[in-house]
């Protein structure tokens, strides 16, 4: 037997310590009171999210939201709301909401997003068609093949102001038009699905969730362009992604969605799945075409630019997954609403794989325009375990470091990149004090010289040299001397190397430089890593108020670095410590810390 | 099955909407959807997804309907599992494990009971409907 | 001949017209305006790999209404083409820094041993460094090591030394077709290296030598034998001969300074006594030879049904190329040995009997434009015809060259000498032996007399056969019969002909060509993989006229005529291989065997 509601308390960390305990208490016994224990369930929920407007109260199934609600609130609650069924208006996050009364609730984790990228995922089974044609898939084919020209297929991408989601942002309406423009003869349309930044799974997600958005915004370029065959290059570490796409390739071949004569329209379009193995660079434009076309994966200077001359010399048409996955949305809705959502200059939303010290990683996408503050403090539920932000990361690889300062600055590509970052294809590493900078910049340039193809001198040595100066500053034998080196390496790396990968290579370095210098000089003069994450520069001390002389710590060191007398205090040689913190692991007195 | 015409994916696409319009308002399925991304694989989702299924055999439950999706999105509490059962309000719950899934069937679906403390909420799905 | 379309653009702005496809670099030089490169390379298609020719281009400001600002990105200027209105900066303080960066950082991976360096002189690494002025590298110095590569008698791989530029892979892949060298690895673990790790030897490898004349630095460099020589001078017991090929004349003055194309031959002969050699002789003696064997085995084959077409056999990439990659045309092959082959065996048959010389004494040194030669030497047991190895040592131009210099030889100041007697004669035919079409040419010359009965053919020249273009067809009228020949050089050239004659054989027809000559190597000999370094087509055509020169001043221009050749044959051979003479057969051919295209194990 159903209850009739159920009121749900946050009972997150920062709820319960604003009171949410009390609050839970105060319901179940006001319930009782009123003789409604049995038609009403209050339930604890796991974090909502919202936590600066704590404790939060929801009721289902009306889906209102209660913001800071206290003991005091809860008569009222249950007489008007409960009992009356009238919203208690002075409590409610969103007055307006109040009049709304919409049966779905829109959730903080949920609240500040607008899932048209994930529109089906988390909602769908990704193997059935039907799932996906049932929520108005392979309606926008419909239209386009029947009712548009290529031509003005084009326009609307062009007015929509749709631009490529793999990081670079060039708008994906003139890529197209380029391609359409070129005269008639084979032509080739590619989805770029070798995501590699490191901590970036969102083009993954997609492609597990909801495969066949892919499918018929692929078909839809193909029939814009004048393409008949489709590549998908996925990278090979995308098993159950590449298994989701083979059975929905399956599917959309047997019921005539792809192939000859789609739908009686006399247009034939059919896609081929190619895997990566194993090179980032391979995710850049002119690398993935090389290794399509079994070569090796080395860039090839632009111009010519592939939407001219790219597969096998004919024009073709690289779009990354999540730029695709917006297309069915724009010609089901129309270019004019989606040109709506965002900034002036970024139009539609953009998903951020947002992970690192926040309390709710995971998959977010927002409208462009979001601040870093809403993403971070409201949807990701602020840093985990108490601690302070320091920064966060976008762009992966290739971006920047955003102190606190730009925390209210609205995403968009011209925004990030005023700002020293980039927008990338939407890794966002949230980072606390206990993340050291320079340790950051070094884990970039660790996978850029792991990754570099080998073929241009500035990224192939640059990246290496660059690597090399933020070890040795790591490594506390850094000089003021290196940061200019590593300002010049930095700039000609970013002026002469040949792709993408180069080009943005020393991005960690020049952002990180840019904004904490503070941070890499306390490392060279000082010798001193405020993060405790650079293990050299940690020092681990006696404290001789607290050692009684047990001698235990002297008989665990590895190294022989401790020395002193029964009963009296002990003491590290610093030259022969390795750090690896079995003494302090070891005292019973707390005599022995680390800093 | 055969290749369609464009009046075939119409009449399929109308077809499969009134058929879930139906489910919902006829109450009479119970809907059981596990997340089944890399990310809530790797946490545990498959065992989640068997337990659920033998929990809803034992009890000889024949209205369950149980599949599988995509990611949801909130990568940081998985294995999560939404739960549509008639006349209760849709939720999602998180870090959903073998026994946690047991606890599901038994008490949510059959007691029609929310469980505490692992209540996530869930998707605000049709965004694009509504907006 | 259409012509093509001119842009005009702007660069330092100094306006410019060029053909529409020109690139940026290609338009400045029309400028008289120099942009530093380094991988850049005429003779191929831009590698884009160093970063060093960037440039600036100038875009339409964004808020001042007809004003040009400067675009903070660089362009590279050897692959980005030219656009008609565009506005290019080659030069600013900007630049300038991220040229001496890039640079800095490839010294800073590059040994320090130039003094040892085999390129020191020639490096290109070196003389922009000298350009850039580099006096110290603020970059801590890192070479990786890795072992050197001497698998093959020809090439050394020093990848020490290799800068990355791509040029050998591109020489080898698209020039030649041989695709023995790639890139292999990742990131700065990458070499120039054969697939699978295997060593040079056990690759595709043709050792036409062309990696080592395209490579800017000492990375790849022709296996250097001099010391041998040396020693063999040395040796009392030992009688040293030497031959030159008809390319090294027109070549080895460039390392003294002379234009390319200077002939010095004369020189050369002086310069070789004074080194120790004891008797000097010339290869283009046994190009006459070559002539008289290859030509009457043609007209054989030719009237007598035999195997068409007649294939050259006389550069030894090419052969190993048939031999790796169209062992189906082993029968097609002329079993006439090259040149060097023979004249080599000649003097260790013919001239040492006349000579009263015991042949084990003997001591052959070969100065070719050539590194596969190094290698065809002991080939198989027909490279050992007169029961030693018949050629001992190969030295390529650019090894001559530094052992008269390191004799301390003014080379510009020798008298002009002459060959030795009975191997050192030739005719124009001979001498043409080194370009492309030379052996075709000659060959004609004497089949024509050999056929027709008559003294020479209308005109001496064959022009049809003559210049740069990748294959030549022509169908040669000889009184009445009709000959259809081909002329293919540079190995990327050859593989259509040879599907040509398979295409033929499929549909059952006779073959569209009766003889047909190839050179691995662009030009022919003189753009051969042991000449100097850095030549282009400017040189090669250089080169080529001189050659054509020599063969314009020669008293004899056909093989047949000449009289040592006739001296050969009436006291020695008797007849030619094909016509039954069994002492040619012994001495004078070879065959040929299926190789691996890659040995594994």
Known sequence: MAYESYVLVCGGTACCSGGGTDVVEAFKKELDAQGLSGKVQVVVTGCLGFCEQGPIVKILPQGTFYVQVHEEDVKEIVAEHLVKGRVVQRLCYDPEQAKKLVAEANIPFYQKQYRIVLRNCGVIDPEKIEDYIARDGYKAIEKVLFEMTPEQVVEEMLKSGLRGRGGAGFPTGMKWKFAQQQPKGQKYMVCNADEGDPGAYMDRSTLEGDPHSILEAMTIAGYAIGASKGFIYIRAEYPLAIHRLEVAIGQARDLGLLGDDILGSGFSFDIELRFGAGAFVCGEETALLQSIEGNRGMPKPRPPFPAVKGLWGRPTVINNVETLANIPVIINKGADWFSKIGTATSKGTKVFALTGKVNNSGLIEVPMGTTLREIIFDIGGGIRGGHQFKAAQTGGPSGGIIPPQFLDTPIDYENLAKIGSIMGSGGLIVMDETDCVVDIAKFYLDFTVDESCGKCAPCRIGGRKLLNYLKKITDGRGTEDDIVQMQNISDAMCKASLCGLGQTASNPVRSTLRYFMDEYMEHIKDKKCRAGKCSKLIQYKIDPAKCKGCTLCARKCPAGAISGTVKNPHVIDQSKCIKCGQCELNCKFGAISHG | ?131 | METPELITLEINGKSVTVPKGTTILNAAKAAHIKIPTLCYHPDLKAGASCGICVVRQLVPSRTEQGKWVPSPKLLRACCTEATAGMKILTHDPDIVQVRKTVLELILANHPSDCLQCPRSGSCELQAIAADFGIREIPFPKEVIHRDVDKSTPSIVLNPDKCIKCGRCAEVCQQMQNVWALEFIGRGEKTVMAPAAGVPLAESPCIKCGQCSAHCPVGAIYENDETAKVWAALRDPELTCLVQIAPAVRVALGEAFGMEPGALTTGKIYAALRMIGFDKVFDTNFSADVTIMEEGTEFIKRFTGGGTLPLLTSCCPAWTDWMEKYAPDFSENFSTAKSPQQMLSALAKSYWAEKNGIDHTKIHVTSIMPCTAKKYEISRDENMSATGTQDTDVVLTTRELARMIKAAGIDFNDLPEEKADDLLGAYTGAGTIFGVTGGVMEAALRTAYCLITGEAQPPSIDFKEVRGMEGVKTATIDIKGTKVNIAVAHQMGNVEKVIDQIREDRKNGVKPRYDFIEVMACRGGCIGGGGQPCLATDEVRAKRTAGIYTDDEKSVLRMSHLNPEVQALYKDYLGETGANGGEKAEHLLHTHYHKRDVYKFN
Do not use: W
Not at chain 2, 1 to 30: F, P
Not at chain 2, 58 to 84: A, D, F, W, Y
Not at chain 2, 98 to 108: L, N, Q, S
């Open chain 2, 1 to 131: 099955m055969a290749k369609l015409t464009l009046e075939d994916l119409r009449r399929m696409r109308g077809e499969k909407q009134k058929a879930m319009e139906m489910r919902e308002s006829s109450n009479k399925d119970v809907q059981v959807v596990v997340g089944m991304g890399t990310c809530g694989i790797a946490a545990g989702a498959k065992d989640t997804f068997t337990a659920l299924v033998s929990a809803i055999d034992e009890k000889g439950l024949t209205n369950v309907l149980i599949r599988q999706t995509g990611c949801m999105g909130m990568c940081h509490s998985e294995p999560t599992v939404e739960v549509v059962v008639p006349g209760m309000p849709a939720v999602i719950y998180g870090h959903v494990d073998a026994a946690t899934a047991r606890e599901i069937v038994e008490k949510h679906i059959v007691g029609c009971e929310l469980i505490e403390g692992k209540i996530l909420d869930r998707p605000s799905i049709d965004i694009i409907k509504n907006g």
